[in-house]
């Protein structure tokens, strides 16, 4: 089946400017995350949602950052007034369940921003 | 952010050889996964373990759960070229988060 996928693929904006990030998780996943990956690093967490909650954001940088899920599967990943610091590559993953067992994180391919 | 201790850096090896990588944390974690990451791509699960000593074989690769559950290793025997990438470890705390908390990655390349 298909895997978790993300758009744009790449983003490139200005400093200042607004972009939104799109996942779209595996059918049937009820668990999603965000995650960022800053070059020569892993992956660092963002925001996890159970169906349309957030149930931990203690990742999010600032209130710049904002995401939502309101129908329990696409995911979008909202920054408001980009930094040149915001530029990374934004990856999100999705889980059958939220809880211990069977918690395996499937991630997509990424969303490259590039803030100039 | 937190990272967890990943080591070595990186790795040089002839193609054929063993190769063996672990991560360190001063955390217990309740579930370790090891990824693989591909340039401009996301990271591919390759192993997950669950349980404190459980050791876990996925073809070529093996994996195991430190005792302590603050530890993790994972051995890739008779490496070949596609084995090039970086691994990354990956720690799940549990309990009310299911965040995941990565290592600093392992870079790995093949000389045929």
Redesign the interface.
């Known amino acids: 089946g298909a895997g978790?996928s993300q758009t744009p693929s790449n983003k490139v904006t200005e400093k200042g400017k607004y972009v939104e990030l799109r996942c779209d998780p595996i059918s049937g996943h009820t668990?999603l995350?965000w995650?960022r990956q800053s070059l020569?690093?892993?992956?660092?967490?963002l925001i996890?949602f159970?169906g349309t909650g957030a149930?931990?954001d203690?990742?999010l940088p600032n209130d710049r950052f904002f995401a939502v899920r309101p129908e329990g599967s696409v995911s979008t990943l909202k920054i408001q007034r980009t930094e040149r610091g915001d530029s990374a590559v934004y990856?999100c993953?999705s889980?059958l369940m939220?809880?211990?067992?069977g918690?395996?994180?499937?991630?997509?391919?990424?969303t490259r921003l590039t803030v100039l | 952010?937190q990272?967890?201790n990943q080591s070595p850096q990186s790795m040089f090896i002839q193609e054929g050889e063993d190769v063996s990588m672990n991560c360190t944390s001063s955390s217990i974690f309740?579930?370790w996964?090891w990824?693989k990451q591909d340039p401009?791509?996301?990271?591919?699960?390759l192993i997950?373990l669950?349980k404190a000593g459980e050791l876990t074989s996925n073809g070529r690769l093996t994996a195991q759960f430190g005792i302590t559950r603050k530890d993790s290793f994972l051995n890739i025997s008779a490496s070949i070229p596609s084995d090039v990438g970086i691994y990354?470890c990956?720690g799940?705390l549990?309990g009310?988060?299911?965040?995941?908390?990565?290592?600093?990655?392992t870079l790995l390349a093949v000389q045929p």
Do not use: C, H, M, R
């Open positions: 978790v668990a995350y995650y020569g690093q892993g992956p660092e967490f996890y159970q149930a931990d203690s990742g990856l993953a889980s939220g809880t211990s067992g918690n395996e994180q499937f991630f997509g391919p990424g | 952010g990272q967890l309740n579930t996964l990824y401009g791509e996301g990271p591919v699960l997950a669950y990354f990956a799940l549990g009310a988060t299911n965040k995941l908390i990565f290592g600093t990655g």
